[in-house]
């Protein structure tokens, strides 16, 4: 059984055959275009067109994972904020009837999560993905009902929590990795990639080690929150970021407690193993 994976991103539209181990063949990754006449819709079936032909498909299984909120059961986003153009109602259960005999259509995170379990090395009883990037994202699975759906498509919005009138900014605001480059900014630092911010951190120097732990502090508490609100036996900590690994944990989980009542616990917390291929990996694992 072959499957065909996309992720769909506001910058990259990322596709893959996705082997039965995990592994990808025929990886592809192109500028998401400017969304005039449902042109990422066209995007996704011209690639998938190719893949068919150059892999000789029979049976045209293919999943989605995408920016957005998703109608996972129409295979249809529901919302899309206005970085994506005319995206919000993009119908991909009709417009890739002509050519699929399965499909799924996942929001990102959602996909992300799923493709973590695949490498879980036992079932995990629930489970939260927190992505870091350029925004926050969330997902939450449960082993009695799967993944949260919400009666509008879009729960775990946890981007909007935590919110500031002092400085009228939420937990996405703060805690993104883009909040860590406007933090950066105000201290009067110059642009580095945040990678290099953890090279120094790690060297010694003062100046990184004390932002980045300010930037894991705001991080901290929005995992607070979240024990809180779906108390989960693990979260994990996605985007491009958790590459970081341990580093990145070392500035995050003695800061948890912190914001939870004494003696509350909180869940394992660990980085995403299969970091930017999750959620290609995800969109199909249900197929």
Not at 11 to 28: H, P, Q, R
Not at 84 to 113: C, E, H, K, S, W
Not at 231 to 250: C, F, K, T, Y
Request: with cysteine; glycine share 10%; aromatic share 8%.
């Amino acid at each position: 059984m072959t499957k065909i994976a996309f992720d769909i991103g506001g910058t990259y539209i990322k596709s893959a055959i996705v082997e039965d181990d995990g592994t990808l063949s025929g990886y592809e990754k192109v500028r998401t275009p400017v969304n005039h006449d449902e042109a990422i819709v066209n995007v996704v079936i011209e690639q998938l067109k190719t893949y068919i032909a150059n892999y000789d498909i029979q049976d045209v299984r293919v999943g989605i994972s995408t920016a957005g909120a998703v109608n996972r059961a129409a295979c249809k986003i529901a919302y899309a904020n206005p970085n994506i153009m005319d995206y919000t109602g993009t119908d991909f259960g009709a417009q890739l009837a002509p050519y699929v005999d399965a499909l799924r259509v996942y929001n990102d995170v959602d996909a992300a999560l799923l493709g973590e379990l695949t490498v879980v090395p036992e079932p995990v009883e629930s489970l939260f993905c927190l992505t870091l990037g350029t925004g926050i994202g969330g997902s939450y699975y449960n082993q009695a009902f799967g993944l949260m759906t919400g009666a509008r498509h879009r729960p775990n919005q946890i981007g909007n929590l935590l919110y500031d009138p002092v400085t009228k900014t939420n937990y996405e605001q703060r805690a993104s990795t883009n909040g860590l480059k406007k933090q950066l900014m105000h201290q009067g630092y110059d642009y580095r990639p945040i990678e290099e911010w953890f090279a120094l951190a790690n060297d010694g120097d003062a100046c990184a080690q004390t932002e980045l732990q300010r930037w894991g502090i705001e991080i901290a508490r929005g995992i607070a929150e979240i024990q809180i609100m779906y108390d989960p036996a693990e979260i994990v900590i996605g985007g491009g970021v958790s590459v970081q690994g341990d580093n990145l944990l070392a500035l995050i989980v003695p800061e948890v407690a912190h914001y939870l009542p004494e003696g509350y616990g909180h869940a394992t917390i660990r980085t995403a193993q299969l970091q930017n291929h999750a959620a290609l990996i995800g969109a199909v694992s249900e197929l």
